[in-house]
């Protein structure tokens, strides 16, 4: 067997969904309401169905994965992992480098893994709309697919500057049978005040989830989905770190480090939380997350409850947040402008289980292009932060002669981001330094809350 592609059979597809929050040292910190007092399930029902208000607040360490969400599973899953050994010897390094590529999926990047178990669960418990946002388009477009699979209409927010820029995943969430709207928009009180403020409003994820969970709280046949940061969401992706685990067991080799670009945080959260059961029993094994120095919520936030979006509809959450109203620069990594993190990894984080590191703009893509050299894939720019993080590390592998074993999570193809690897070659991109007077400003409108 070649260890070049690291396959598994259909059936080592997981059964279960690993729940992290059975090996913390402390339980998770609770989302709040603004008054101070943990959010009822009753206040969450309105917008998610049942079964996932469950895994949202469970403490059981395994989930099962229903049968008709594993049978979709098997379309893409399990994903490949390959031993990238073109690129450890263009780096010259001796350490071992291994990746998961989860950009074979229909929508070409992990949100698919859980776009379709929140699709069944709604429509296991009668709900036949759902509202949803997208930034760039990679979540509306998994989020559309699903629903699409599971006769659910899909109705998708759309930041209004990706609305005209990106307009190819616009036609993908159409040919999903999707509605998309360029938000703001003139259905809802967010859309219609921001509109008020300003005609020209550019759009934000804060202001496009704040249209979203309106609508879906305004209708009782309509529920909302979010495509990262929730307990449930990094929950489904942790088929990631399940599969790698079996993959790197077939091989007979184990990670020294794990690397995954960080943005919500639920594609981290997949891929490193079931090697952390492993640290929890006793393995050593290090967890390193990827994130921007342009929208640095781990290495830069403070640990503080905040809202999940611009205009306070969201519980507030206990995360690393650079201040929800903070505008992040508009880099090309789109999936990775939040100005916040999952509360999980952010809990983990502030307990020193995992580590992060914030790597700036180009250097990303000098990185990307390196591994699309090496390797064939083109890498979407979110990934491209740990495909950096990565290489960084074989390069300290290589000065000081250590041969570590190497993993990282490939999210995502580019192929719908050459415009931005055009801007790279034509070296129109920027690094935007830590924005530390802006976040200042954000940090002083942060909630009060009652201790
Ligand atoms: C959305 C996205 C990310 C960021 O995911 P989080 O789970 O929110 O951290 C990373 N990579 C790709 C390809 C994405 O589409």
């Given at each position: 067997m070649s260890d070049i592609k690291i396959l598994l059979n259909e059936s080592d597809i997981p059964t279960h969904w690993y729940n992290v929050v059975a090996d913390m040292p402390k339980p998770p910190l609770p989302p709040l309401a603004p008054d101070g007092n943990p959010v009822t399930p009753e206040q969450m029902l309105a917008i998610f169905p049942g079964p996932l208000l469950e895994q949202e607040m469970s403490g059981e360490r395994w989930i099962p994965i229903p049968e008709p969400v594993r049978e979709i599973y098997k379309?893409?899953?399990p994903t490949p992992m390959f031993r990238a050994r073109r690129l450890e010897q263009m780096l010259g390094t001796p350490a071992k480098i291994y990746y998961k590529y989860e950009g074979v999926s229909p929508a070409g990047s992990h949100k698919v893994n859980t776009s379709v178990p929140q699709a069944f669960f709604n429509k296991m418990v009668g709900i036949n709309r759902l509202t949803t946002e997208t930034g760039a388009g990679q979540w509306g477009s998994s989020m559309s697919m699903a629903g699409q699979m599971f006769g659910i209409e899909v109705r998708v927010y759309m930041v209004k500057v990706s609305y005209n820029q990106k307009p190819f995943r616009r036609s993908m969430m159409h040919t999903w049978g999707a509605e998309v709207f360029a938000s703001p928009?003139?259905?809802t009180n967010a859309g219609r005040a921001a509109l008020a403020a300003d005609p020209n409003n550019p759009g934000s994820l804060g202001l496009a989830i704040s249209e979203a969970v309106e609508e879906a709280a305004s209708r009782k046949d309509t529920n909302y989905c979010l495509g990262s940061v929730l307990n449930h969401v990094c929950l489904h992706q942790t088929v990631i770190g399940l599969e790698a685990k079996k993959q790197f067991e077939k091989v007979g080799d184990y990670p020294d480090m794990v690397f995954a670009c960080c943005g919500g945080g639920s594609n981290f959260a997949g891929t490193a939380f079931p090697f952390l059961a492993d640290k929890a029993a006793g393995k050593k094994v290090r967890l390193v997350a990827a994130e921007p120095t342009s929208c640095p919520s781990l290495t830069k936030g403070v640990y503080a409850y905040d809202f999940g979006d611009v205009s306070g509809y969201t519980p507030l959450m206990k995360m690393y947040t650079l201040g929800h109203d903070f505008m992040p620069p508009s880099i090309h990594a789109g999936g990775l402008r939040y100005h916040g993190d999952s509360p999980l990894v952010c809990q983990l984080y502030n307990e020193g289980l995992i580590e992060a590191v914030a790597v700036p703009q180009i250097a990303t893509f000098e990185a990307g292009v390196q591994f699309a050299r090496a390797e064939g894939i083109i890498p979407a720019p979110e990934s491209c932060h740990a495909v950096r993080a990565c290489i960084d590390e074989a390069l300290r592998c290589k000065a000081s002669g250590e041969a570590k074993t190497l993993f990282f999570n490939l999210s995502g193809h580019g192929h719908f981001d050459m415009a931005s690897y055009d801007k790279y070659f034509a070296g129109e991109l920027v690094d935007y330094d830590y924005p530390e007077e802006a976040v200042k400003e954000a940090l002083k409108r942060l909630p009060k809350i009652a201790a």
């Amino acid at each position: 067997m070649s260890d070049i592609k690291i396959l598994l059979n259909e059936s080592d597809i997981p059964t279960h969904w690993y729940n992290v929050v059975a090996d913390m040292p402390k339980p998770p910190l609770p989302p709040l309401a603004p008054d101070g007092n943990p959010v009822t399930p009753e206040q969450m029902l309105a917008i998610f169905p049942g079964p996932l208000l469950e895994q949202e607040m469970s403490g059981e360490r395994w989930i099962p994965i229903p049968e008709p969400v594993r049978e979709i599973y098997k379309q893409w899953r399990p994903t490949p992992m390959f031993r990238a050994r073109r690129l450890e010897q263009m780096l010259g390094t001796p350490a071992k480098i291994y990746y998961k590529y989860e950009g074979v999926s229909p929508a070409g990047s992990h949100k698919v893994n859980t776009s379709v178990p929140q699709a069944f669960f709604n429509k296991m418990v009668g709900i036949n709309r759902l509202t949803t946002e997208t930034g760039a388009g990679q979540w509306g477009s998994s989020m559309s697919m699903a629903g699409q699979m599971f006769g659910i209409e899909v109705r998708v927010y759309m930041v209004k500057v990706s609305y005209n820029q990106k307009p190819f995943r616009r036609s993908m969430m159409h040919t999903w049978g999707a509605e998309v709207f360029a938000s703001p928009t003139d259905m809802t009180n967010a859309g219609r005040a921001a509109l008020a403020a300003d005609p020209n409003n550019p759009g934000s994820l804060g202001l496009a989830i704040s249209e979203a969970v309106e609508e879906a709280a305004s209708r009782k046949d309509t529920n909302y989905c979010l495509g990262s940061v929730l307990n449930h969401v990094c929950l489904h992706q942790t088929v990631i770190g399940l599969e790698a685990k079996k993959q790197f067991e077939k091989v007979g080799d184990y990670p020294d480090m794990v690397f995954a670009c960080c943005g919500g945080g639920s594609n981290f959260a997949g891929t490193a939380f079931p090697f952390l059961a492993d640290k929890a029993a006793g393995k050593k094994v290090r967890l390193v997350a990827a994130e921007p120095t342009s929208c640095p919520s781990l290495t830069k936030g403070v640990y503080a409850y905040d809202f999940g979006d611009v205009s306070g509809y969201t519980p507030l959450m206990k995360m690393y947040t650079l201040g929800h109203d903070f505008m992040p620069p508009s880099i090309h990594a789109g999936g990775l402008r939040y100005h916040g993190d999952s509360p999980l990894v952010c809990q983990l984080y502030n307990e020193g289980l995992i580590e992060a590191v914030a790597v700036p703009q180009i250097a990303t893509f000098e990185a990307g292009v390196q591994f699309a050299r090496a390797e064939g894939i083109i890498p979407a720019p979110e990934s491209c932060h740990a495909v950096r993080a990565c290489i960084d590390e074989a390069l300290r592998c290589k000065a000081s002669g250590e041969a570590k074993t190497l993993f990282f999570n490939l999210s995502g193809h580019g192929h719908f981001d050459m415009a931005s690897y055009d801007k790279y070659f034509a070296g129109e991109l920027v690094d935007y330094d830590y924005p530390e007077e802006a976040v200042k400003e954000a940090l002083k409108r942060l909630p009060k809350i009652a201790a």
